[in-house]
DNA sequence: ACCTGCGGGCGTG
DNA sequence: CACGCCCGCAGGT
């Protein structure tokens, strides 16, 4: 004799020990019954157990067994041991509720884990035409509390109890949540393996140096200058790091006031002073590697922070990213006629192309591919902050063109053709590869160029263009001498204010200036400015506007390598500091000095320092 | 890194 | 005391 199945959920037991004829899906039990009711057969797993629901599985269904559900739940404590409880933590959905591309919503799993489930936060919505970010649409489907799910083994049995009815839709499940994990991870390698386009005549190029070492500065600190254009430390480079003493001194307590802040919040009191410990050492080594004479006070560090967003006073470290003006900008401006889109480009120079960094667009990846927003300027793909300081080639391709004919192939460290004095590295300094050409060398012959480039607009007033190859280009930025990004000037002050205004990233009117302006920069030319800074301050800016795009109750920040999240609510002048903190490389710096990679380990471990072949060259994941 | 279950502890009603 | 919730730990994948 076979018993009918009383439900469409229902397993016949294949041994059915006992003749009771309870009903496998009946509801005349609770999860607490001293007694629980034996089913001649078992329910089918119900991966989406919605309102009051019962259900007996067996020890040998193995969903059951691991608990599982399509919901998100969570281990909840109901100091029972016998009672296994969960509780819903709801789905993840884009802040703007965009619909993607297959006209579905975002739905995304929840992570389990609290810390995996803050960093998902505020990350840039999947869709990539889409500005939002992701946010938690919490469960309140059980008396306003989310919904549980009650599990208790008994007998060779499971018993399942769900309570409550879910108030929001069902997230991705666990098992498409991996797979699309995967090919995101496939996705990111294939396309850091790929590595650069190189346009310009490869076969003639000796193979790319790999150089994804600035200068070190010591054992926990590394400057953020892109390989080939970094400065630091170099005779003839001042830095502005080391000239802007005050500043940069606040602003680098700055950035570990804040990231011990976060330190402080997150770990119990006996770890985070052990923490603290060590970071204190790290910022130790980091005054003494930058010439820092001492550390700072907090309060000095909280004035100059709010300042900065409350007065605008950012316009001292940095220049928007759509108009740089240089000395000859009025005399360009004044001929253009008035194309609404255009703007300066980052090289000073009246454009109408349509990319200009513009801070009020929403950049994806796509954007940040500055290969194909200027593709005769830019050579390489930056994904990642981290990117910049792998890069394979100077930022500037015309430089390398120039230099092509010049790398060594095989000679570790060419001998500078300056004749200066040679200095040896210290052991901390060696290069790893033996085939790479040193950074002095593109420094000495960074600097050459800056110097030819000087000379000929100096004594050439023919359009002669010195370059030896630059036949098939006719960007009129070509004729003129190659300018570097590290040559790039101020904005006038008159025009910064115009641009920060209410401390937001609001643009400016696009129209060119009618009147003829004083272009008086407020700093002079011995100044120089990193080619990194426009992509720094970019990246700032984009965390920035994720931050703020969700609401400040909602609102919670992580940073990508150096800080942990910042949890609900975050006023504006906290998602600001996080944005800044998030970020190691500062945009007022030619030179930053960064917590590095080296440490990165430190924040988010208390086990201690991850090792540093592993965190050197890029953010941790 | 993340999932999972356990359990101490805290606040509230 | 029941309940919701936070946190850290430990073991596993
Ligand atoms: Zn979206
Ligand atoms: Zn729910």
Known sequence: MSA???????????MPRYGSLQKATGNSWDINDGVLPVPVQVDIFEEWPDGHTHRIYTGTQEEASRHASGWAMRNTNNHNVNILKKSCLGVLVCSENCTLENGKKVLLRPAICDKAR???????????????VLTLKACHGHAGYPVTHFWRHSSGLIYFQGKGQHDHAKPQTKASTDLQLRRTWLRVARRRASGTNWNVNRSSMPTPPKVPRPVHLGKDAVCSCPPFECQCSKPGFPSTYTSREPLNLVMESFKMEKTMQHTKGILGKAESSAILASQSAVANSITVASSLSSSLSSSAFLAESNARFETNAYKDCMFPLNRCPTSETTTVAKSSTSPTNSSYDVHGAWSTWPLSLNPDFHYDSTHLDWNKLMPDQYDFEINEPGDILSLDQPLDKNLVHNMAQKLPTASPTPASPKGEAERTPPAS?????PNLPSIDYFLAEQQKAKSDAAANASTEENMINQSPRTESHHNP????????????????????????SKGSWTQPETSPPSEV???TPTHTSSEARSAFQPYSTLYLQTLYNQSRAVPPDQRCFHGSNLTESCPPPMSDVEAYQCAIGAYPCLPNHSINITLTYNQGGNWQSPKGPVS???SLLGFAR
Do not use: F
């Not at 009918?4 to 294949?14: A, C, G």
């Not at 930025?477 to 000037?489: F, G, I, V, Y």
């Open 477 to 500: 930025r070509s004729a003129s001498s190659p300018k570097t990004l590290t040559e790039l000037n101020p904005i006038p002050a008159s025009d910064m204010q115009h641009w920060l």
């Open 517 to 519: 302006r004083t272009t």
């Open 612 to 614: 540093p072949e592993k």
């Open 118 to 132: 803050r960093k998902q936060l505020g990350r840039p919505c999947p869709n990539v035409s889409c500005r939002g």
């Open 429 to 433: 300094d060696v290069n790893p590869d």
């Open 4 to 14: 009918i199945p009383s439900s469409r959920h229902s397993l016949k037991l294949s």
